[in-house]
């Protein structure tokens, strides 16, 4: 089965630090990766996503996520975080078992940006 | 706002009671999820339906049950309820239920049990 990796359960920053949250995966075939985010008292909602082509995905908000298949990795990034940013982050990748598909999530990296 | 809205916000209840869950997706959207979120097992995706029809399952015990409605609102039933139900349950919805789609999650319902 399919398992999703967030090497860092809590992250603090300054304003105008650069961001990198760690995601890993286990299945080697052809995945799709998310990153939601889930600002204080929000939903859940999509930051971006992964299907194929161009690995180096832009979502919203000036967040971007890389794809590197060789290392199993869907590293999200931003080069300078703002105290808005502070929020939960969740990496998610689908499975394919027994001819349907779920969503595999993480267990999440909140982010604190002090101002 | 996403669009999705789950009834009640919050519920509490005692071990051993029955408690259902109600989701309405997004206009438009024909599928449904849910999801439970727990501190110790992070978020963990439970049922799709699609249309009526349940599509994929996921790691739901058989204590817990679903449908979805003609009219494509979606209900979550937990029954024999224990103290490691306790969580938040997610309900999300998207327009035609491959994970191409973009999920659109509702707000949740924060469910104790004493």
């Known amino acids: 089965a399919q398992s999703v990796s967030q090497h860092n359960h809590h992250v603090i920053l300054s304003e105008a630090a650069s961001l990198e949250l760690g995601c890993n995966y286990s299945?080697?075939?052809?995945?799709?990766l998310f990153w939601y985010v889930q600002y204080p008292g929000q939903h859940l909602q999509l930051l971006l996503k992964y299907f194929s082509g161009d690995p180096l995905v832009k979502g919203i908000k000036g967040f971007e996520a890389e794809f590197i298949k060789s290392k199993f990795s869907f590293n999200l990034r931003k080069p300078s975080v703002q105290w808005s940013d502070t929020a939960e982050y969740f990496c998610?990748?689908?499975?394919?078992?027994?001819?349907?598909?779920?969503?595999?999530f993480g267990k999440g990296t909140k982010l604190t940006v002090n101002p | 706002d996403s669009g999705v809205t789950q009834t009640p916000k919050h519920l509490i209840t005692a071990t051993g009671q029955r408690v259902t869950l109600r989701c309405s997706p997004r206009s438009g959207d024909l599928s449904v999820y849910w999801y439970q979120q727990s501190l110790d097992q992070g978020l963990q995706f439970l049922i799709q339906y699609y249309n009526g029809e349940e599509r994929a399952k996921g790691n739901i015990l058989e204590r817990f049950s679903a449908q979805q409605f003609p009219d494509l609102h979606s209900e979550l039933n937990l029954s024999s309820l224990e103290l490691g139900d306790s969580a938040l349950y997610f309900c999300?919805?998207?327009?035609?239920?491959?994970?191409?789609?973009?999920?659109?999650f509702g707000p949740g319902t924060r469910l104790t049990v004493l």
């Open positions: 999300a919805s998207s327009v035609e239920g491959h994970y191409t789609d973009t999920q659109y």
């Open positions: 299945y080697g075939g052809t995945v799709n």
């Open positions: 998610a990748v689908n499975e394919i078992q027994g001819g349907s598909e779920k969503l595999v």
